[in-house]
T-cell receptor, first 113, second 113 residues
Framework: NAGVTQTPKFQVLKTGQSMTLQCAQD?????MSWYRQDPGMGLRLIHY???????DQGEVPNGYNVSRSTTEDFPLRLLSAAPSQTSVYFC????????????FGPGTRLTVT | DAKTTQPPSMDCAEGRAANLPCNHS???????VYWYRQIHSQGPQYIIH???NNETNEMASLIITEDRKSSTLILPHATLRDTAVYYC??????????????FGSGTRLSIRP
């Protein structure tokens, strides 16, 4: 199993550009989520999904959209990038929402200038 | 908001036991205590979890006080590879909006040779 994969590893955007961060898992996990981590801080939950077709907001959802059309993929879309969205983004998955262990991807480092 | 309080940093000599405290004085009866760690620039990694009994696995031990208002993660023989930020999290096990993982600031553990 590849586990949780994220692409790209690094990205630089200009203010106002849009892009999609990709996240995929091959473990047949129902629950997937996105976090952002700013320098020196803990992770903050952006959006999560408990299964295909179901998504919900986390702590900091503004400026981000998600969809879950398949069990494997959970892309995060930035509609109009802002410098405040400069961060490291982590995707995570678990078998169920209540599963005790979440598996995290390696992260995407995003810089918005 | 995170429901736990942890010291921002600690250090420990290599080979010694590292004891990381966590305060969760408002924990509910159906909330579990989880520990994750994040080695520099990587995604967080699950360590251990518990409800009220002490738990041990190949990575660590978790000691929860009888009133469940605090806990301690013990790394029995710390190595340089244990240098990381350690997060203590409380969450419910059954699926609900409360079951999502909310990270606080964590404890930065430094292992000195």
């Amino acid at each position: 199993n590849a586990g949780v994969t994220q692409t790209p590893k690094f990205q630089v955007l200009k203010t106002g550009q849009s892009m999609t961060l990709q996240c995929a898992q091959d473990m047949n996990h129902e629950y997937m989520s996105w976090y952002r981590q700013d320098p020196g801080m803990g992770l903050r939950l952006i959006h999560y999904s408990v299964g295909a077709g179901i998504t919900d907001q986390g702590e900091v959802p503004n400026g981000y959209n998600v969809s879950r059309s398949t069990t494997e993929d959970f892309p995060l879309r930035l509609l109009s990038a802002a410098p405040s969205q400069t961060s490291v983004y982590f995707c995570a998955s678990s078998y169920l929402a209540e599963s005790y262990e979440q598996y995290f991807g390696p992260g995407t480092r995003l810089t918005v200038t | 908001d995170a429901k736990t309080t942890q010291p921002p940093s600690m250090d420990c000599a290599e080979g010694r036991a590292a004891n990381l405290p966590c305060n969760h004085s408002t924990i509910s009866g159906n909330e579990y205590v989880y520990w994750y760690r994040q080695i520099h620039s990587q995604g967080p990694q699950y360590i251990i979890h518990g409800l009220k009994n002490n738990e041990t696995n190949e990575m660590a031990s978790l000691i929860i006080t009888e009133d469940r208002k605090s806990s301690t993660l013990i790394l029995p023989h710390a190595t340089l590879r244990d240098t990381a930020v350690y997060y203590c999290i409380v969450r419910v096990r059954e699926y609900s909006s409360a079951s999502k993982i909310i990270f606080g600031s964590g404890t930065r553990l430094s292992i000195r040779p």
